[in-house]
């Protein structure tokens, strides 16, 4: 079955830690982004990609990074300069970033750092 | 900036009732899309319906229905004969040039047998 993998579901890290979130895709999709959903609030981009080596910052980078060595893979790293890192993080892909393309959501992972 | 906005965090609707979500959103593009996702407890996003700004038509699909107003800048969501499945959180979102999503705040939607 084609889709959108994140692992893992639930992550606990401490504070000061950099943490990687996964996410793989296997529709070949182009494009793919990261959000964050916070309580009471709607997602929020992170970063987004539209092809292999090139990213771009959305609207909340700061305390961010990513890498997109692979079509399929786009991993998140959470560093410890991300002031409030506890959130749900979702990623997503589309066959490309023309403005018809749906964008397919993976199942996310609840970061909780203490 | 775009923004998107839902003004109502909570609504209930009995079983079998319809019931409507509102969305507002401001935007200086001309072509754009319009969306609303639902978010289950097991917190998987999925598409419900989408909106081409340039199509009149309002979208439709089997229970949902929207009311594009492109003038006014609202963008509705109408949910008929309501299910116990439909109990979930509605983001409604803009997406511009680009391909990004702008997201609302969320509607929680709970259904009442």
């Known amino acids: 079955d084609g889709g959108i993998t994140q692992s893992p579901k639930y992550l606990f890290r401490k504070e000061g830690q950099n943490v990687t979130l996964s996410c793989e895709q296997n529709l070949n999709h182009d494009a793919m982004y990261w959000y964050r959903q916070d309580p009471g609030q709607g997602l929020r981009l992170i970063y987004y990609s539209q092809i292999v080596n090139d990213f771009q910052k959305g609207d909340i980078a700061e305390g961010y990074s990513v890498s997109r060595e692979k079509k399929e893979s786009f991993p998140l790293t959470v560093t410890s300069a991300q002031k409030n890192p506890t959130a749900f993080y979702l990623c997503?892909?589309?066959?490309?970033?023309?403005?018809?393309?749906?964008?397919?959501f993976g199942p996310g992972t609840r970061l909780t750092v203490t | 900036a775009q923004t998107v906005t839902q003004s109502q965090p909570e609504m209930s609707v009995q079983e079998a009732e319809t019931v409507t979500l509102s969305c507002t959103y401001d935007t200086s593009e001309s072509d754009y899309y319009l969306f609303w996702y639902k978010q289950p407890p097991s917190r998987q996003m999925i598409l419900v319906i989408r909106?081409?700004?340039?199509?009149?038509q309002n979208a439709t699909e089997n229970r949902f229905s929207v009311n594009f107003q492109k003038a006014a800048k609202s963008f509705s969501l109408k949910i008929s004969d309501s299910q116990l499945g439909d109990a979930a959180m509605y983001f409604c979102a803009l997406m511009e040039y680009g391909n990004k999503l702008v997201f609302g705040a969320g509607t929680i939607l709970r259904v009442k047998s």
């Open positions: 909106q081409e700004a340039y199509k009149q």
């Open positions: 997503a892909s589309s066959i490309g970033l023309a403005l018809s393309y749906e964008q397919y």
